[in-house]
């Protein structure tokens, strides 16, 4: 029942900025932890960021510390990731999760979200 709207996606070059946008709907926001993975080709699955139901707690792969910043708008119901000083490496798609109860263990884990987006293709040339 809970959708989740992803855009913001496309191509730009390395040193770049993008941000990522996930508008979610049919469920209380609030309630729900989001996150952010990414998947390249031929490559599993791998966290990136993650922020808690209630805003306190955010999360980030090492990689990406002090580059990516994640955020949500509870008045649009819409979480977001800032990507500045972008990499070739950084090259994925780019999915939004969600989910109602996460033990804070969980929250860097794809297998423990229930809802997920449809995935936006970032693309970072050298």
């Known amino acids: 029942q809970v959708q989740l709207v992803e855009s913001g996606g496309g191509m730009v070059q390395a040193g770049g900025s993008l941000r990522l946008s996930c508008e979610v709907s049919g469920v209380t926001f609030s309630r729900y932890n989001m996150g952010w993975f990414r998947q390249a080709p031929g490559k599993e699955r791998e966290f990136v960021a993650a922020?808690?139901?209630?805003?306190?707690?955010?999360y980030y792969r090492e990689s990406v510390k002090g580059r990516f910043t994640i955020s949500r708008d509870s008045a649009k119901t819409t979480v977001y990731l800032q990507m500045n000083y972008l990499k070739p490496e950084d090259t994925a798609t780019y999915f939004c999760?969600?989910?109602?109860?996460?033990?804070?263990?969980?929250?860097?884990?794809?297998?423990?979200?229930?809802?997920w987006g449809q995935g936006t293709q970032v693309t970072v040339s050298s």
């Open positions: 999760a969600a989910d109602r109860e996460l033990i804070l263990s969980a929250m860097r884990d794809p297998s423990a979200y229930d809802w």
């Open positions: 922020v808690r139901a209630n805003g306190g707690y955010t």
